[in-house]
Each structure stands twice: as structure tokens, then as C-alpha cells.
């Protein structure tokens, strides 16, 4: 008889066509198919989904997926059904008669996988037929949602606890990409797996190239950095608010650009359809609010922009995370002004949270501000956050291009003083003209053209003290006050800074926005010959009309990084074409023939 590890990389390699298990993936499956609990931490591409998929086939019933979001829900369902696993979903976009009849395959135990939302599993009648069921595992996806610390708190999911007391012999598994050791702590408390394992597998995605970058004339820098590096691929533009979200998208669209926007705003139908073309065609850039994004799957989003800074450092990190989940070369930019915070922070100010969620939010957001502003490298700092080691990656903006510093004691001393003295009531752009000695009739009704601040940092441009202000609001010297003039007010830290007269290093403004392009593995997606690059684009074309005719995202039916491989290694049998890595036996069986022919078809054409 196979041992479960045996069985399980028996389906690994038959059913996805995956050689073998990466990092601890074989050791969490076994975990989960011997019965035991387990929570599992593990970046985005990483192959989360794998750790809970074989081990519901492993075991007898079916594996039971909490998902938060119906788009996700579907994009698993299809690539599932496509390796020929019974997999379904019950959500509120279905039918009473479709509901029904994925009710009676579940009870009949037709399905090896059903998907459900938080929701939907905590009604009365779903927990009935559950109990009337065979059922193989829990998996409770996006488990972050379950923590108050969590970026992305669901109160629903505080609630999954019921499956620990209504189902005490059933594993469950809970499944993120992020979260810091206070979320992990109480995922691991709420869900009762403190009697499982936990595993953590590493934040880093080395495949992300990170920059960030100060805000100047955000339409140009996203155009330019998408035409310098990223013209013919999918990517993702995040925007704060619904217009602007529509004011990007028009503009991009204006200098020939594939945009479309995507917000809660916009009427269901219209939304599905932006979110639908983005799936299935290539060279698409979304334009969208932070709603976009979650439940999407698909491998080959090569960039993602923020135009305004997210509200923390794991929002962040999930956010670029979708770029790049095939493992191929990506690229992450966010543009920052000294503005997003004042409007991050006071809408952590103007919320109805308690005032203990309140502190939580500042300091996730003082933690982003200091990751916006900082001179060292990028990704040790989004990976120290979540207690994870790393040094200069070498693939990120302030390592291929080290910012130049300077002494900037005497510079945030004057504009603290500044803040002080004109009753910390006004804003950046006040202040500075303050302290640039520019007076108007405003300035000198307050009498300000008057005072010791007037006119002493004249030996800073406009922008450079746009950027020290920057960075003293980032270093929490400084932080908004919510009155109708948006004023700076100087912090506990900030005073203490003047009494101790600490020498601080800031970054020096030098006027210029540079993009830099991902350092590590751009030779990993570019083909050495011409040829190979050619095959790869008839191998995309034929993957295209057999995803139209099976009405599902291109990606399903193979993913990028298996098309790179059959145009480098071109098979000529079925044997040949099982070697590829994502060539499982259902698609070989299906799809195989289709694409040995372009191949054949394609090496025809050369040596003719």
C-alpha cells in the first residue's frame, strides 16, 4: 500500500504535471491527510492552493474551500475542472436550481471540492447539509480576514470557529500570504489550531522588482514607466478614488493604451465584463480601486502601479503581489506624496473604529510611511516586517540605484519651528512658502511674514522641502490635524527631536524620477533565440481559440511559463510533451495533439 506522501506526488505529477513539491509543501499535505490541523503562511505563487487540493483528494469526502470571493471561487473552479477534478462553488450569483442540484452532488459525495463564502457556510442550512455529508477537510483561504490586526478584517470570519466545535474530527487548514506575528497569533487562537502545525515558507517574492517613487506628474510617470518597460503586457494601475480611477483609464486609453477601469461604482454588468476581457486577452492594463484584484488568479499580470499609497505595508505587499504569480520577471511601482498620508492618516482618524483599532492603523500606516521613504533596500524592509531576514536584494530601486543622503538636522529643525510658530494650524504648502519668504495677503493677515521662520530656508527649493516634509511626516515627527486647514502638527516624537538635537540623514531630493528595470531574471523571460520567441507567439495564438472554445481564461489551460518551455524544448510526442512542467494527463489527453501540431506546423515552416 502507497504511503500518503507517495499517493499525493502521484497526483502532483499525473494530475497537475508538476515534477515535484516545492519548499514544505509535501510535509504540510501529509500533516493535513494524516488529519491534523495546520496553519500555512506562504507568498503569493507560492502553491498555497496545492496544500489543501491533493490532500482533499487524498482523503475520502470532499475538501470544503472558504473563499471570500466569488471571482476566486470561479478561476479555481475552471482550472480544476480542466485537470479533471470534480470541483464546484455555491455563491449568491447562482440559480435556486443550480444551488440545488451542487447540493445533491455534495450529499450524493459527487464532488472532491466545493467552494463556498464565509457567509454561505454559516447558515443553518448549509451547516445541515454539511453534517449529512462525507466531508475531507476544511480550508479556510485568505485566513487574515479572520484577525482584527489582519489588512483585511471580515467579521464573518471571526466566526469559522463553529467548524472546530461542529466538526472536531475534520482538519481544517487556514491559508494566507500575509500576515505579521500578531495576525498569525490570533488566526492560530480564533480558529482553534493550536494543536496543529504552523508553517511559514517566507514572504519574499525575488521574482518583484519594487520601486517607489515621489509623486510629481503621476499620469506621465505611470505612462512612461508602462511605455519604457511594459507595452505589450497586463498589468494593474491602483487608484484611490472612483474618479480617478475613470480619469486614469480615459487618459491611458487617450495615448493608445488597452485601459479599462473597474470600481464598485460602475454597474455590475459593465464591471464583469472589464474584469472578463482582462482574464481572457492580453496587453489589458486595469485601471481600478483596491476592490479589483483579490480574487484574480491570473499568472502572467506583469506590473502593478500604485498611484496613491494603500493604507499599510500588507495591503501593499498583497497588492504587488499580484503581479508576477507565475514566477516569471514583474515589476511593482508606487508614487507617494506627502498628501496620500495626510489623507491615509485622517482617514484613520475619521473611521468609527475603537480607539484600540485606531492605534492599530497608525502604526501599520507609520510602518508603510517609513517603507515609502526610506534610502535602504526595499524588500529587506517589507520582509523585516514580517519577521522574515534578508539582505540588499539587489532587485529593487534603492539597491540598484542608491538614493544620496544629507544632514538634515538644521533643515527638519526649521520645519518643525516653522509648524510651531505659525500655530501648527496650516499645511505643507504654507509652510513652505514660509519659510521660502514668499508672502501674500493670507500670509501677512496672520502676520507670518513677521515671525523668526520667515524667510530661513532659502537655501532649499520648493521641492526639496515638499520632500523633507515628506519624510518628517514619514518619521512621525510631524502628522495632520483634521481642521479645515489640513495643518501639521509636531508630534511627542518630533518635539523630542528638538530637544535632543539628534543628527538625522534624509534622503536628498534630486528632481528626478527614475524607473529602473528589474535587475534578476529579465534574460529569465527573454528567449536567447529569435525563433523560440516566435514559436511561443503561435503557441499563445493556439492556446487562445482552445480557451475561447472552452469559454475559460487562456491561463487555465496552460500557464506562460509551460508555453516558454514547450517553444524552448519544442517536443515532437506525447512522451516529449508529458516532460513539460503544468502538463498533466487530462490536458495532455485533451490539448496535447493541438499543440504538438503548431509546433510540428511551426518547425515545418523553418527547415522548408
Keep these: ?23 514544505e509543501q509535501a510535509e504540510i499535505i501529509e500533516e493535513v491527510v494524516s488529519g491534523k490541523n495546520a496553519f500555512v503562511l506562504m507568498p503569493t505563487g507560492g502553491g498555497k492552493s496545492l496544500c489543501y487540493q491533493i490532500p482533499a483528494l487524498c482523503r475520502p469526502g470532499v475538501g470544503i474551500v472558504v473563499s471570500p470571493l466569488i471571482a476566486l471561487m470561479q478561476d479555481q473552479v475552471d482550472a480544476l475542472t480542466q485537470l479533471g477534478i470534480k470541483a464546484a462553488a ?6 435556486a436550481a443550480a444551488v440545488a442540484r451542487t447540493q445533491n452532488q455534495l450529499r450524493a459525495g459527487e464532488i472532491d471540492l466545493l467552494y463556498v463564502a464565509p457567509e454561505r457556510l454559516l447558515m443553518d442550512d448549509f451547516l445541515n447539509l454539511l453534517r449529512q455529508s462525507k466531508i475531507a477537510l476544511f480550508a479556510i483561504d485568505e485566513a487574515h480576514c479572520v484577525s482584527q490586526w489582519g489588512h483585511d478584517f471580515r467579521p464573518h470570519y471571526t466566526q469559522l470557529a463553529v467548524l472546530a466545535e461542529q466538526f472536531p474530527t475534520v482538519p481544517r487548514i487556514a491559508l494566507t500570504a500575509t500576515a505579521d506575528q500578531p495576525t498569525r497569533k490570533d488566526i492560530v487562537e480564533r480558529l482553534g489550531l493550536a494543536d496543529g502545525r504552523t508553517f511559514v515558507a517566507g514572504f519574499d517574492r525575488p521574482n518583484i522588482h519594487y520601486s517607489i517613487q515621489p509623486k510629481q506628474n503621476p499620469h506621465k510617470q505611470v505612462l512612461h514607466y508602462i511605455e519604457e518597460s511594459h507595452r505589450r503586457d497586463s498589468g494593474i494601475v491602483y487608484c484611490l478614488s472612483r474618479k ?14 488597452k485601459a479599462l477601469p473597474y470600481h464598485a461604482g460602475m454597474a455590475t454588468e459593465h464591471r464583469s465584463r472589464n474584469q472578463e476581457r482582462f482574464l481572457r486577452e492580453d496587453n489589458i492594463v486595469m485601471v481600478a480601486t483596491i476592490a479589483f484584484g483579490m480574487g484574480i488568479d491570473k499568472p502572467d499580470v506583469r506590473f502593478v502601479a500604485h498611484m496613491n499609497i494603500p493604507k499599510n505595508i500588507e495591503a501593499y505587499y498583497q497588492e504587488t503581489g499580484r503581479a508576477g504569480r507565475d514566477g516569471l520577471p ?4 508606487m508614487l507617494y506624496g506627502m498628501q ?29 510611511l517609513g517603507l515609502c521613504e526610506a534610502a535602504s533596500c526595499r524588500r529587506k524592509i517589507i520582509l523585516e516586517y514580517f519577521g522574515d531576514t534578508s539582505g540588499p536584494c539587489q532587485n529593487c530601486d534603492t539597491c540598484l540605484s542608491p ?11 526649521k520645519a518643525l519651528s516653522s509648524a510651531y510658530r505659525s ?69 511627542p516624537q518630533g518635539h523630542t527631536f528638538l530637544k535632543q538635537r539628534e543628527t538625522l540623514r534624509l534622503r536628498k531630493f534630486t528632481g528626478k524620477v527614475k524607473v529602473t528595470r528589474t535587475a534578476q531574471g529579465r534574460r529569465e523571460d527573454a528567449f536567447i533565440d529569435e525563433a523560440d520567441q516566435e514559436l511561443f507567439g503561435i503557441l499563445k495564438a493556439a492556446r487562445l481559440e482552445v480557451a475561447r472554445e472552452q469559454n475559460v481564461p487562456p491561463y487555465v489551460i496552460f500557464h506562460d511559463k509551460t508555453l516558454r518551455e514547450m517553444a524552448r524544448l519544442k ?37 522548408g
Design 571 to 607: 517536443p515532437a510526442s506525447l512522451t516529449a510533451l508529458a516532460g513539460i512542467s503544468g502538463v498533466g494527463e487530462k490536458k495532455m489527453e485533451r490539448y496535447g495533439d493541438v499543440f504538438l501540431g503548431a509546433i510540428s506546423g511551426f518547425l515545418d515552416k523553418v527547415s
Design 403 to 413: 538614493p544620496p543622503t544629507f544632514d538634515g538636522t538644521i533643515a527638519a529643525q
Design 244 to 257: 480617478m480611477v475613470e480619469e486614469m483609464a480615459e487618459w491611458l486609453v487617450s495615448q493608445g493604451l
Design 1 to 23: 500500500m502507497r504511503s500518503s506522501r507517495e499517493l499525493a506526488l502521484d497526483i502532483l505529477q499525473k494530475t497537475y504535471g508538476y515534477g515535484s513539491f516545492r519548499g
Design 330 to 333: 514583474a515589476d511593482a511601482l
Design 423 to 491: 500655530g501648527e494650524r496650516f499645511g505643507v504648502g504654507y509652510l513652505v512658502d514660509m519659510l521660502l519668504g514668499k508672502s501674500d495677503e493670507r500670509m501677512q493677515r496672520m502676520g507670518h511674514d513677521k515671525i523668526s521662520t520667515f524667510g530661513i530656508g532659502k537655501e532649499h527649493t520648493k521641492s526639496e522641502w515638499q520632500s523633507i516634509f515628506r519624510q518628517l511626516v514619514a518619521l512621525n515627527y510631524l502628522t495632520a490635524d483634521s481642521n479645515e486647514f489640513g495643518g501639521l502638527k509636531i508630534t
Design 90 to 95: 455555491i455563491n449568491s450569483g447562482m440559480t
Design 340 to 368: 496620500d498620508a495626510v489623507m491615509q492618516r485622517d482617514f484613520i482618524e475619521k473611521s468609527g473604529a475603537p480607539e484600540a483599532q485606531k492605534w492599530i492603523e497608525r502604526q501599520k500606516l507609520s510602518a508603510l
